[in-house]
């Protein structure tokens, strides 16, 4: 059985840092794809950031120069580094893998 387990989530104040994390196990194939979507309270959930397993990402527009993606292939986890966080960060933020998986999500929020 697959399982994302994520964390780094919390309360922090505009321009603040965090760093997410989301380690996978139970995965029976090859990791291709490992991305972090978020939802914001009333809107449709979206991609943040994604990594492919050679190394390769992409990111939302909104937070591109400002989040970084990572993984650790050996380890099957994905991280995400936060930074000059904004109050329109606020969302819940999934891990996916090899777009069929999710996580649970963790809640990101900005506020001063």
């Known amino acids: 059985q697959v399982q994302l387990v994520e964390s780094g989530g919390g309360l922090v104040q505009p321009g603040g840092s965090l760093r997410l994390s989301c380690a996978a196990s139970?995965?029976?194939?090859?990791?291709?794809?490992m991305g972090w979507y978020r939802q914001a309270p009333g809107k449709q959930r979206e991609l943040a950031a994604r990594?492919?397993?050679?190394?390769?990402?992409n990111y939302a527009e909104s937070v591109k120069g400002r989040f970084t993606i990572s993984m650790n292939n050996a380890k099957n986890t994905v991280y995400l580094q936060m930074n000059s966080l904004k109050p329109e960060d606020t969302a819940v933020y999934y891990c996916?893998?090899?777009?069929?998986?999710w996580g649970q999500g963790t809640q990101v929020t900005v506020s001063s």
């Open positions: 990594i492919t397993n050679g190394g390769n990402t």
């Open positions: 139970g995965i029976m194939t090859r990791i291709y794809t």
């Open positions: 996916n893998v090899n777009s069929i998986s």
